[in-house]
DNA sequence: TAGTGTAACGAAAACGTTTGCGGTTAATAT
DNA sequence: ATATTAACCGCAAACGTTTTCGTTACACTA
């Protein structure tokens, strides 16, 4: 029904199908004549290459599995948009999958993929994950695998992340070298590790400049929502009035924070600076703007993309592929809520 | 390599691809042992299908192509939430595809869902689109296609939308009857006709409640931004200071007109009402909370995977399809924004 | 005359699955 | 003894491509 095969141009031209598809192929035992009458006909059936049969014979699908805790929050649309986009460029297509950070459903997805024959994967893992038998398995399978974001140490394969660290570091060096030295910091939650390599930049960035960390001026936030950081705010002010600048793992957060303040007629910058983490679209929105780090997110998808091809096309040319972790880097962006 | 086959299975059982076939496909000519022996093995082997090989012989890919302008947005990301998922529940994958809002590109995109053979299309109209040759292409290839959100009257297929004319309506009116008289709309750009439904209700409560509208209250914001609602609610106010509320077509509009209002001193909602559109998070986290219409996203996205499945089951089945469109319902919900 | 070369084409296998149909055996019925 | 039936199995085609390896026909060389 419906479709044009090469079956269908080789009888209409009374040749056989090999001919056919060499003439469209641009082989050289194919004479001119012949191939231009394929070509002709070819055009006006409009013949499009059947490409579930090409992915059978080929034994590849060119296309790629995406397993991402969720993509309803800003972060992993922005990532998406960067997959996607590069995938398409590249002539894969993109399945993706959602974990909804649980290791159960993570597991499935896997499976899933698996079963689909997908050429390569791509995740972000659930913050829950402990058990990574089904990556492992992936591994085993020898399907090419990426990890991004949310990684972890026990799976052998290359890894994209933003270097959090740095950026934290570099955001609180921000914060003292304009003259702050009480600064309090809303830390995530324990897993994942991005968070405690924000934490552990904040501490970094304290031992350089001689100010002694103190645990107390440490806030871990389970929500990571606007009412946490207001409430947090509070909490931290009132423990330490001394208070002079507050550090939130990301925006939303500090946008608490900022909220807090206003209502209470703290006054920021002067009295407390505030540095969120992200560069999320609406720290531009707040008065004064927040200052922030910006994170190359869409960067971050593009080139999870990129390593996770290249990798499938070294493997079918059996070239050695060798797995490394690359750390993107991070910028400050002051704005009103730093001096 | 690698993967087990039908045919591995039948080698090392001394039987032939036929019976192996039947016997996990449970057809009634096998022997119970026979049966259980190829399972057993099967198994032991972990074979899967090979879904490249079932597609091609059953002609389906099981797959759905999605087009959407953007995900990187709260409305698109929450809706592709909805249709991954919805999707994944009835075995099918989904391949999401960007418009960017350009029609040229949009056009290549139906183009390479056509290519990649998908089951059926799912797809929000790029804001510019016109031209709707390559909408109309995938009617003539008989490819199953929903329109929702952004759709047209002149393609004949299923559609799903929100109700924006009604929610408008109720959104209004529900500001009149909390003693507004005085009621300024900012309303978006012409296409996409959402907007211009919005206006409608808008216009069509107004005429209700006999109260006599005023074109010079609406205003058209193009960029949709925090900063424009800010904008127009100065120029607004100053135009129209009778005014005493405001319904804005969006909440980060909604949530900018609260912060001129409060940079001004003009008391919310006492002075003037704010009204917002979407129920977008962060109109949870102003002061006081926004005032807004919910829609029902992800289940737009969840009733447009669907219908679009449905339609694909009823053509294989060589059932009579008849397209129709449906219309979400809504909900005002009053916040601290409102009287 | 036999051998070599070359241009143009096609047969067939392969990718892995599904399924209509026919075949074989053994048991049962007439 | 013959016909009928049931139970079990497998051949082969089909889905649409790609690619290896022939084959054919013809011209040219020695």
Redesign the interface.
Same mark, same amino acid.
């Given at each position: 029904m419906?479709n044009v095969t090469l079956k269908n141009i080789a009888e209409i031209l009374g040749i056989s199908i090999t001919t056919v598809s060499k003439a469209l192929k641009d082989y050289p035992d194919v004479n001119k004549e012949t191939r231009d009458s394929v070509r002709l006909l070819a055009e006006k059936l409009d013949y499009? /290459?059947? /490409? #579930?049969?090409i =992915? #059978?014979r080929n @034994?590849e +699908?060119k !296309?790629l599995g995406v397993i991402i805790p969720?993509?309803?929050?800003?972060f992993? +649309? !922005?990532v998406? =948009?960067g997959i996607? !986009?590069e995938a $398409?460029d590249r002539g894969y *297509?993109?399945?993706? *999958? %959602?974990s909804g950070d649980s290791s159960s459903l993570e597991e499935d997805q896997v499976k899933?993929l *698996? $079963? @689909?024959?997908v050429d390569g994967v791509l995740m972000s893992m659930a913050t829950e994950t402990e058990e990574i038998g089904h990556i492992k398995e992936l591994i085993k @399978?020898?399907i090419p695998l990426v990890l991004f974001d949310k990684t972890t140490e026990e799976i052998s394969c290359s890894k994209v992340r933003i270097d959090d660290k740095k950026a934290s570091f570099k955001a609180v060096e921000y914060l003292i070298e304009t003259g702050c030295k009480n600064i309090v910091h809303f830390r995530g939650p324990l897993p994942p590790q991005a968070y405690t390599d924000r934490f552990l930049g904040y501490k970094e960035a304290l031992e350089k400049h001689n100010i002694t960390y103190d645990p107390s001026n440490v806030y871990v936030c389970d929500e990571l929502t %606007? =009412?946490e950081g207001y409430e947090f705010t509070k909490k931290a002010l009132e423990e330490h009035p001394e208070t002079d600048a507050i550090f939130a793992m990301t925006d *939303?957060v500090a946008?608490?924070s900022l909220?807090y303040c206003q209502?209470n007629g703290i006054r920021v910058p002067d009295q407390i600076s505030i540095m969120g983490f992200s560069n999320w679209f609406?720290s531009? =929105?707040s008065?004064p703007k927040l200052s922030t780090v910006h994170q190359p997110i @869409?960067e971050l998808g593009k080139e999870a993309i990129s390593i996770l091809i290249e990798e499938i096309q070294q493997r079918k040319n059996e070239f050695p592929v060798k797995h490394f972790t690359a750390q993107l880097p991070t910028e400050v962006i002051a704005r009103g809520t730093t001096r």
């Amino acid at each position: 029904m419906g479709n044009v095969t090469l079956k269908n141009i080789a009888e209409i031209l009374g040749i056989s199908i090999t001919t056919v598809s060499k003439a469209l192929k641009d082989y050289p035992d194919v004479n001119k004549e012949t191939r231009d009458s394929v070509r002709l006909l070819a055009e006006k059936l409009d013949y499009k /290459p059947n /490409p #579930l049969a090409i =992915n #059978l014979r080929n @034994k590849e +699908s060119k !296309t790629l599995g995406v397993i991402i805790p969720r993509v309803d929050h800003n972060f992993y +649309s !922005t990532v998406v =948009n960067g997959i996607i !986009t590069e995938a $398409e460029d590249r002539g894969y *297509l993109v399945i993706i *999958l %959602f974990s909804g950070d649980s290791s159960s459903l993570e597991e499935d997805q896997v499976k899933l993929l *698996l $079963e @689909k024959r997908v050429d390569g994967v791509l995740m972000s893992m659930a913050t829950e994950t402990e058990e990574i038998g089904h990556i492992k398995e992936l591994i085993k @399978k020898k399907i090419p695998l990426v990890l991004f974001d949310k990684t972890t140490e026990e799976i052998s394969c290359s890894k994209v992340r933003i270097d959090d660290k740095k950026a934290s570091f570099k955001a609180v060096e921000y914060l003292i070298e304009t003259g702050c030295k009480n600064i309090v910091h809303f830390r995530g939650p324990l897993p994942p590790q991005a968070y405690t390599d924000r934490f552990l930049g904040y501490k970094e960035a304290l031992e350089k400049h001689n100010i002694t960390y103190d645990p107390s001026n440490v806030y871990v936030c389970d929500e990571l929502t %606007f =009412n946490e950081g207001y409430e947090f705010t509070k909490k931290a002010l009132e423990e330490h009035p001394e208070t002079d600048a507050i550090f939130a793992m990301t925006d *939303l957060v500090a946008l608490g924070s900022l909220a807090y303040c206003q209502a209470n007629g703290i006054r920021v910058p002067d009295q407390i600076s505030i540095m969120g983490f992200s560069n999320w679209f609406m720290s531009q =929105n707040s008065t004064p703007k927040l200052s922030t780090v910006h994170q190359p997110i @869409k960067e971050l998808g593009k080139e999870a993309i990129s390593i996770l091809i290249e990798e499938i096309q070294q493997r079918k040319n059996e070239f050695p592929v060798k797995h490394f972790t690359a750390q993107l880097p991070t910028e400050v962006i002051a704005r009103g809520t730093t001096r």
